[in-house]
């Protein structure tokens, strides 16, 4: 199982970028799947998911309205659009897949993602 995660660059304060994140070795749909980020001294977390059992998106709050989660089953690659960057945008970003779910993670913890790919580095300048 890999994912690769691509697109990341520098982009200006209120500019745009697209991440993709090609999955190999398994098939994106149905699994949770989602992209998370961590800046430097920070810890890693969720961006936004989409479920295993439906399409809903989950967006965490600092990128709800600007972000966009989306998936093409047919080519397996998973995209995030990014609108409206800030520099707390800054961080690098990366695509994880949950096969399984296991009961002491709650949905969109970073624990709770077995598989992950190497991130894709996001600099946003003001």
């Known amino acids: 199982v890999q994912l690769q995660a691509f697109g990341g660059g520098l982009a200006q304060s209120g500019g745009s970028l697209r991440l993709s994140c090609a999955a190999s070795?398994?098939?994106?749909?149905?699994?949770?799947i989602g992209w998370f980020r961590q800046a430097p001294g920070k810890e890693r977390e969720v961006i936004s998911c989409?479920?295993?059992?439906?399409?809903?998106?989950y967006y965490a709050d600092s990128v709800r309205g600007r972000f966009t989660i989306s998936r093409d089953n047919a080519k397996n690659v998973l995209y995030l659009q990014m609108n409206s960057l800030k520099p707390e945008d800054t961080a690098i970003y990366y695509c994880?897949?949950?096969?399984?779910?296991?009961?002491?993670?709650?949905?969109?913890?970073?624990?709770?993602?077995?598989?992950w790919g190497l991130g894709t580095l996001v600099t946003v300048s003001s």
């Open positions: 994880a897949g949950r096969m399984f779910r296991e009961i002491k993670y709650g949905d969109y913890d970073v624990g709770g993602f077995q598989y």
């Open positions: 070795g398994f098939t994106l749909d149905p699994y949770r």
């Open positions: 989409i479920s295993d059992s439906d399409d809903n998106a």
